[in-house]
């Protein structure tokens, strides 16, 4: 399975998908890829690492070293909507990343709405009373692990 139909927005479509494994949570900055990962029984999101975006040959090679050093079965990309549901300025450029990394790897991915992640992530980081220069260095992996939790939660009651 490559291409578009690795590509899923129904999370009961993409659990039938991917029955084992961990996943990888992302969110697909302009500059960083926040990196979150499942433990194996997907129950917790960690934040993994951020990645400085490269050229996508290079970034792609890193995610297909991870998704198999870590024994990954799937992807969750963040999926950057307005607060009304429709598509914000950053959509395009995320389907088009998906479509991308699907081309290059026979994982499935699903799109997760990340409507108020960042917000989430940063909360989570000043209730931690974390510096303004930690903040901004790992505010993109914890909300990549915002995403893949409510992803996580969300695939385990269906």
């Known amino acids: 399975m490559t291409g578009s139909e690795a590509i899923f927005e129904d999370p009961s479509g993409f659990i039938e998908a991917t029955p084992t494994g961990r996943l990888i949570g992302i969110d697909a900055g302009t500059k960083t890829l926040g990196l979150a ?8 999101a960690t934040p993994l690492e951020t990645v400085k975006r490269r050229k996508f040959s290079i970034d792609v090679v890193h995610l297909q070293e991870l998704a198999s050093e870590h024994q990954i079965g ?5 999926l950057p909507l307005n607060l009304d549901g429709s598509d914000g300025p950053r959509v395009q450029a995320t ?9 290059h790897s026979p994982l499935p991915l699903l799109y997760w709405d990340e ?23 790992v505010i993109d992996k914890v909300a990549a692990s915002v995403i893949l939790q409510g992803a996580l939660d969300r695939l385990r009651n269906l």
Do not use: K, M, P
């Open 115 to 137: 409507r108020l992640s960042t917000v989430a992530a940063e909360r989570v980081l000043l209730d931690a009373d974390t510096s303004r220069q930690r903040r901004r260095d």
């Open 95 to 103: 389907r088009a990343f998906a479509r991308n990394l699907t081309q």
């Open 37 to 44: 990962l499942s433990d194996v029984t997907r129950s917790i």
């Open 74 to 78: 799937g992807w969750v990309l963040g």
